[in-house]
């Protein structure tokens, strides 16, 4: 049992993965919300780090494991796998709707979403490519769906327009 301030822990996580999304104020609210073991001593939260990599596993739907996820914004996890693995083609906007569809498992801190870098490697990026397709967004299903409620409103709908004649005073 290793017991660490939340800044203790922050510096090893950093230490470990230097370009973690994981601060301070990102435990402080997984704390809040009772989603990671704390404890307090005096005025101080602590926590045991070694319960630290369960817990972040266990919110991320991972194996029970020991190993810390990698754990980064959205837009970081984008610039990352663009930079270490362009065969991927995935962008941003297909990984929010994996996201939105509860295909890439996250953590949400506010009105930020957290993700994993191991969610696009095995055995778990196969969450995501089930049901994916990248011709049809469920973005651009949606709009179509809106344009043939449309249409089919306006076509049922027996209206004669009426036309008035303006003159002008030639």
Do not use: W
Not at 111 to 137: H, T
Not at 141 to 167: E, F, G, W
């Amino acid at each position: 049992m290793r017991v660490r301030t939340l800044n203790q822990i922050v510096k090893e996580i950093q230490e470990i993965d230097p370009n973690t999304a994981i601060n301070k104020y990102m435990l402080f609210a997984l704390i809040k919300d009772r989603k990671i073991p704390h404890g307090n001593h005096g005025n101080r939260t602590v926590m045991d780090f070694d319960a630290v990599a369960p817990s972040f596993n266990e919110l991320l739907n991972f194996k029970k494991g020991k190993e810390l996820p990698q754990i980064r914004t959205i837009r970081a996890a984008v610039s990352e796998l663009r930079e270490k693995y362009p065969e991927f083609g995935i962008g941003e906007e297909q990984i929010r709707a994996c996201v939105q569809e509860g295909r890439i498992s996250s953590i949400v801190v506010g009105n930020r979403r957290y993700i994993a870098m191991q969610s696009f490697f095995e055995p778990y990026n196969e969450r995501i490519m089930s049901g994916y397709s990248p011709s049809v967004m469920k973005k651009d299903s949606i709009s179509r769906d809106v344009l043939d409620q449309m249409s089919a409103a306006i076509s049922r709908q027996t209206i004669i327009p009426k036309v008035t004649r303006v003159r002008t005073g030639k």
